[in-house]
């Protein structure tokens, strides 16, 4: 089969061309139900499984070079991350970049069941098939020695491919706005990797899967001593250009890309280096599109590989709700540089680990199973729920990594269900991450519902107990039927505010409602690991009961993603092999 045809089955015709109408309808026809899930193809056709590593041939490949976790730079504590000024600034290099991408889209393990291999990264992935691809804009940098322009980053290889040469002085009028020695990293998604298997939810998938590398790629650069922002004022089409995803001659006959976002990334403290760059003492969230227009007229190397042999079905409804989510408008936002470190909550000081942070990075997984015996303290369950509070009345660049990287208002809150939380009474719990948000939530749920804080709750947390009782079983049916739901500590439902914000914000809000999802999301990993636990995103949910649950009227708030915590249990049958143990067979040191 062609990959055009055949299609999958045509939606049902919109009544309404307005653009938030239509994700609003893909949102809801891609719900899964009791009698029915979205439509996918049903079963797995294993033969055409997408390739999960994108190269350019004909683009030069540069070899990073592959860290002991000893060497320079080592990483900092865990906690240390989360205090700006604990963490060395480290100069940019190959050293540093290899870093960087090690922690952030980099190989973490390959698993070994009898003679099938597979990776897992850094970055987690929906069924771990990885549809994001990662570039970064390099200028000429003192100590880094590569040429300026765009590369992707090839993670089974660990190295840059030069997409294109950019010269040197028109990169550096793109990033002049910026602190000194800015780069550019930009992340993009080929849907089809999930659609393979998820069929027409699997737009929801990629952006959670953006989400997520925006996490890893923030909490990379931590390690560093570096800064991040999300250069959301930049409309898509720019972002296309910077990344080469509009090069139709390089993806002709192959699976594309949708070009996602572009963030900047700079090192120093949050206001180190302004005199260099803007002269306002701010960091723009948007791009000079004629500098971008410049970059883009070339010279540009390399052919995307193809994928997959055949695509059993062309999802046409993924495309349509990527094309109405197009940002198509620039804006000229910036955000100002402080001097001001973040302070936690002195609850946060006594950490949970003092293992590095590099090391929780690398053991990081998605638990498969969870023992169902595994309880947490009340004093662990609050410190994983501080973490996800971006102290929203902060300015964004003094808030705790890696809220420092959002732009936007917050839209995420999260419906808890408590199993084996030590001195918490199990039953359903809601966390108000924005506490002015509180009157909205109480309004929008049923009003029959018991507002109340648990004992011992940190004022900093806007924790409510809802209802009592045990929940394991809600909690697994609402996650189609996964025990792992149950079987955790805990587990919850991240509740968006959704249609009013879309009306607000526009149809290009939606792919970040499922950004702000996984960001989340990766946030509870990280955390889950540092406590001990492990963590894993589910996916797959039925909607509307979740929604039901807490009797949310309408389409005010809508439940985007699914988490959970716990004790997990290990399949024993496999093998953990090094993730660049491929390298090392052929002789290339680790």
Known sequence: MSTEKPTSPPAAESVSTDPVDQVIGYHIQTKHHFNRYARSMGFLDWANQPDPFRRFAGAELIPLPLLKPDEEPISPAYEAIYHPEAVACQPVSMRTLSRFFEFALALSAWKKGGETEWALRSNPSSGNLHPTEGYVVLPQINGLDIQPGLYHYAPREHGLERRAAFPAEVAAQLLAPFPAGAFLFGLSSVHWREAWKYGERAFRYCNHDIGHALGSARVAAATLGWNMALLDGVDQNTVAMVLGTHRVEDFADVEPEHPDCLCVIWRGARGEGQEAGHGEGVIPLYLDSVMVKKLAAGPWHGKANRLSGEHGVHWDII???????????????????SHVGTTPHPSLLTPHSHQQAGAIIRQRRSAVSFDG????????????????????ERPQLERPMPWDLWPHALAIHLMIFVHRVEGLTPGLYVLVRDRAKLPLLQQSLNPELTWTQPPGCPEDLALYWLLEGDAKRAAAQVSCHQEIAADSAFSLGMLAEFEGRLRQTGAWF????????????????????????????????????????????GISFQSLYHFTIGGPVEDRRLMTLPPYHHKQARGVEF
């Open 373 to 392: 015996r595994t309880s947490i303290s009340a004093a662990t369950f609050f410190r994983i729920l501080q973490r996800v509070m971006p102290r929203a």
């Open 319 to 337: 495309d349509q709700v990527a094309d109405v989510s197009w940002k198509l408008s620039a804006d000229e936002r910036t955000v100002p540089l």
């Open 510 to 553: 939606y792919p970040r409602l499922f950004w702000e999802a996984g960001l989340l999301g990766q946030v509870l990993y990280l955390e889950a690991e540092a406590a001990g636990v492990r963590g894993t995103g589910i996916g797959c949910f039925f909607d509307d009961p979740v929604h039901e649950m807490l009797g949310v009227q």
